[in-house]
Nanobody, 126 residues
Framework: QVQLVEPGGGLVQAGGSLRLSCAAS????????MGWFRQAPGKEREFVAA????????AYADPVKGRFTISRDNAKNTVYLQMNSLKPEDTAAYYC???????????????????WGQGTQVTVSS
């Protein structure tokens, strides 16, 4: 069982930066692939970024490539999402997720993840 907590959301102006973190409980964090998803009002949840259990491979959705960076610190049981050059269309609730046995091909699939955080709101003003 893994519990995920995501502090760190907030309000930021367009062009600004924000770093989200997701802290996981449990001693098996390092065996989980981790992902970030987001959901804007009236829209479906969408993939943002993911990282393998070892941290050696990452995946990003096209809208955030070159602006967002996912990383993890297995010693701290924490995954991060550094968001730069934020745009109003990045406004959404952001969720972190943990999954076991994910391949690089399945990192972007929400159905592949076993555990989800409660979400944190990110609002980008224009």
């Amino acid at each position: 069982q893994v519990q995920l907590v995501e502090p760190g959301g907030g309000l930021v102006q367009a062009g600004g930066s924000l770093r989200l973190s997701c802290a996981a409980s449990g001693r098996t964090f390092s065996s989980y692939a981790m992902g970030w998803f987001r959901q804007a009002p009236g829209k479906e949840r969408e993939f943002v970024a993911a990282i393998t259990w070892s941290g050696d491979r990452t995946a990003y959705a096209d809208p955030v490539k070159g602006r967002f960076t996912i990383s993890r610190d297995n010693a701290k049981n924490t995954v991060y999402l550094q968001m730069n050059s934020l745009k109003p269309e990045d406004t959404a609730a952001y969720y972190c997720a943990a999954g076991v046995g994910l391949s690089i091909a399945t990192l972007s699939r929400s159905s592949a993840y076993n555990y989800w955080g409660q979400g944190t709101q990110v609002t980008v003003s224009s």
